[in-house]
């Protein structure tokens, strides 16, 4: 699981999921918050039409000010890559005002 390579990785600085059909984004984000090394900054996924569903504006935002409450050394990079580049989740407004309001203060 996660936890564990997070566990054993206490270095980890960066990661990639390439779960196109199971991936739970709520569960994803809590465990990186909680179990992620101190070092780490970057998650990396790549989705399908699946995971749209999941990215709403109050999850991201609940994971940045989570992540913001977190001891860390660097900002939190979150890079979201479309399989076959169909949809752009970043069309979604509110979520690119949330990202903008944690990159001002660092998070």
Known sequence: SLKNIFDR???LESI???DKYFL???ELF???VKYSPKKFF???IYYDQQIELQLIP???ES???NWGNRISQKSFSLIIIDYYEKNNLMKNHE???IIENFIKPGV
Do not use: G, T, V
Request: proline share 0%; glycine share 0%; hydrophobic share 40%.
């Open 16 to 18: 990639k999921i390439c």
């Open 58 to 60: 109050e999850l991201l």
């Open 24 to 26: 739970n984004l709520k």
């Open 42 to 44: 970057q998650l990396r």
């Open 9 to 11: 990785c206490r270095h």
């Open 63 to 65: 994971f940045y000010i």
């Open 30 to 32: 809590d465990i990186i």
């Open 95 to 97: 979520n690119l005002e």
